[in-house]
């Protein structure tokens, strides 16, 4: 279950360049389950999912978007931007 978007200055960065959002998850979710439930939530495209445990012990899941500027519209929608 997606908790909450992952927001710093690189994350955002990184969405403008490389159409990837970040968010935190919960630490028993596989990429499989986040890449189905962004897509579901989302209504977009997922290319990719790679998952890691932040310092404080949290899961980032790093998702890549198949479509250009996807990052973007769906940091905009989240109030990110």
Same mark, same amino acid.
């Given at each position: ?7 710093? /200055?690189?994350? #955002? =960065?990184m969405a403008e360049k490389d159409n990837v959002l ?7 979710? #596989? ?7 962004? /897509? $579901? ?11 890691? =445990? #932040? ?5 980032? $899941?790093?998702?890549?978007?198949? /479509?250009?500027?996807t990052a973007t519209e769906l940091a905009s929608r =989240?109030?990110?931007?």
């Open positions: 279950m997606i908790q909450h978007p992952y927001v710093t /200055e690189k994350a #955002t =960065l970040q968010f935190i998850v919960d630490v028993s979710d #596989t990429k499989p389950k986040v890449k189905k439930e962004i /897509e $579901a939530l989302f209504n977009v495209k997922v290319a990719g999912v790679n998952m890691m =445990l #932040t310092s404080k012990g949290k899961k980032k $899941a790093i998702v890549t978007f198949e /479509e250009p500027n =989240l109030g990110i931007f």
